[in-house]
Nanobody, 124 residues
Framework: QVQLVESGGRLVEAGGSLRLSCEASGRTFSSYAMGWFRQVPGKEREFVAGINWSGAATYYTDSVKGRFTISRDNDKNTVYLQMNSLKPEDTAVYYC?????????????????WGQGTQVTVSS
């Protein structure tokens, strides 16, 4: 079983930046596709960004294009989400997830393992 641990979430002012990290256990991280999702109370979990096993293919939801960048370091078993120009509507719990096939997807059901989440709060 794979364990995922997110870190980096905090309170930040609108217009600021944060970098979230997700570290995975195991020795097969380089074969997984990885995704970032976010959720606020009472709403559906939303896809934010995804990256395939090699990092060559990335996908973003429309609301974060041009502001967020997903990347991975397979030597460190870690995926990152760089968030710039943050807006109050970005406030949510952010989760990372792993997809064992290595092909990136935009739907929650495509991912097998999930982290516990990290809170990001953007003040106005």
């Amino acid at each position: 079983q794979v364990q995922l641990v997110e870190s980096g979430g905090r309170l930040v002012e609108a217009g600021g930046s944060l970098r979230l990290s997700c570290e995975a256990s195991g020795r097969t991280f380089s074969s997984y596709a990885m995704g970032w999702f976010r959720q606020v109370p009472g709403k559906e979990r939303e896809f934010v960004a995804g990256i395939n096993w090699s990092g060559a293919a990335t996908y973003y939801t429309d609301s974060v294009k041009g502001r967020f960048t997903i990347s991975r370091d397979n030597d460190k078993n870690t995926v990152y989400l760089q968030m710039n120009s943050l807006k109050p509507e970005d406030t949510a719990v952010y989760y990372c997830a792993a997809q064992p096939s290595g092909v990136v997807g935009k739907f929650s059901y495509e991912y097998e393992w999930w982290g516990q989440g990290t809170q990001v709060t953007v003040s106005s």
